[in-house]
């Protein structure tokens, strides 16, 4: 099965800074999808970003972008410019191509500093 | 258009009951899929429904079932509950089973004591 890895259970971040997100997959297969949710305090989660793992540009919308690195599992999420309002837990997803289950990690809780 | 539903939006409940958790996907959405959401375990795939058939699993016990009505609404249902199953539970409505979208509802949050 494929497993979502996310080391930092925690980060911190000054307003206005940059701060990046780590997410680690396992997978034997080629084609799939990689996804970043945002789940603000007693919200609901929202799609961030997603990544089609045969594209080797890496996604972009607004102040968050991704590095996705195929080769090395990787899949980390930026975000510029940090907002008060980007203070949430934040889960990387899996999907393959051909399935249709979600495999997430267990999330990063973000705190944005005033 | 609406977003999903889910009902109720909290819920307490004593060991050994029964508990069922609706889902009203976004209109016109016929894949349903729930989560179990717990500290430390994120989220946890529990199963997906589409067409009113079972259509994935996750590792999770019998206690754990579901279904999903002609109209795409989906209940699941656990049963005898015991205070591990105290969670946040997540339903997620895709238009197609091929679709990489998925909206999240806003959770139901059940307590066992």
């Known amino acids: 099965a494929q497993t979502v890895t996310q080391s930092q259970p925690e980060m911190s971040v000054q307003e206005a800074e940059t701060v990046t997100l780590s997410c680690t997959y396992d997978t034997s297969e080629s084609d799939y999808y990689l996804f970043w949710y945002k789940q603000p305090p007693s919200r609901q989660m929202i799609l961030v970003i997603r990544q089609e793992a045969y594209k080797q540009q890496n996604a972009t919308e607004n102040r968050f972008s991704v590095n996705f690195q195929k080769a090395a599992k990787s899949f980390s999420l930026k975000i510029s410019d940090s907002q008060l309002g980007d203070a949430a837990m934040y889960f990387c997803?899996?999907?393959?191509?051909?399935?249709?289950?979600?495999?997430f990690g267990t999330g990063t809780s973000l705190t944005v500093i005033p | 258009k609406a977003g999903v539903t889910q009902t109720p939006r909290y819920l307490i409940k004593t060991r050994g009951q029964q508990v069922t958790l609706s889902c009203s996907p976004i209109?016109?959405?016929?894949?349903v899929s729930w989560y179990q959401q717990t500290p430390g375990q994120g989220l946890q795939f529990l199963f997906e429904?589409?067409?009113?058939?079972?259509?994935n699993k996750g590792n999770f016990p019998g206690r754990f079932s579901g279904r999903q009505f002609s109209n795409s609404r989906s209940e699941m249902n656990v049963s005898t509950l015991e205070l591990g199953d105290s969670a946040l539970y997540l339903c997620?409505?895709?238009?197609?089973?091929?679709?990489?979208?998925?909206?999240f509802g806003p959770g139901t949050r059940l307590t066992v004591t």
């Open positions: 997803a899996y999907r393959s191509a051909g399935g249709n289950q979600f495999y």
């Open positions: 997620a409505s895709s238009p197609d089973r091929g679709s990489y979208e998925q909206y």
């Open positions: 209109s016109g959405h016929r894949s």
């Open positions: 429904y589409f067409s009113e058939t079972q259509r």
